[in-house]
């Protein structure tokens, strides 16, 4: 399976912004619907946002919208979460993966893949 890498994680104030990246470490053969997920302490893992194949399509978890936006790179090999206005509980290691569905509400998308190690993204003041 496609290996995916994420970065751009950091410690951020209320109120601020971070950029994600998720970068396939070898070669792909398609483009594949992406999701970004996350896990906060205590907590099972949630799904944040997911884009369709050629980005035409996102969807998010209610508790980002407005806030963040989903985006495809210009290669299909490279996704991005942009996470502006940060709360505290947007505090999680975040993941992307792909994923066969896109998700509806109450129903969250399927992850497609393994999940590698996240990127911790820290919102405190």
């Known amino acids: 399976q496609v290996q995916w890498v994420e970065s751009g994680g950091g410690v951020v104030q209320p109120g601020g912004s971070l950029r994600l990246s998720c970068v396939a470490s070898?070669?792909?053969?398609?483009?594949?619907?992406m999701g970004w997920f996350r896990q906060a302490p205590g907590k099972e893992r949630e799904f944040v946002a997911t884009?369709?194949?050629?980005?035409?399509?996102?969807y998010y978890t209610e508790s980002v919208k407005g806030r963040f936006t989903i985006s495809r790179g210009a290669t299909k090999d490279t996704i991005y979460l942009q996470m502006n206005s940060l709360k505290p509980e947007d505090t999680a290691v975040y993941y992307c993966?792909?994923?066969?569905?896109?998700?509806?509400?109450?129903?969250?998308?399927?992850?497609?893949?393994?999940w590698g190690q996240g990127t911790q993204v820290t919102v405190s003041s």
């Open positions: 070898g070669r792909i053969e398609s483009a594949y619907a």
């Open positions: 993966n792909r994923v066969l569905t896109l998700g509806v509400p109450g129903i969250p998308p399927s992850p497609g893949g393994t």
């Open positions: 884009i369709n194949w050629n980005g035409g399509t996102t």
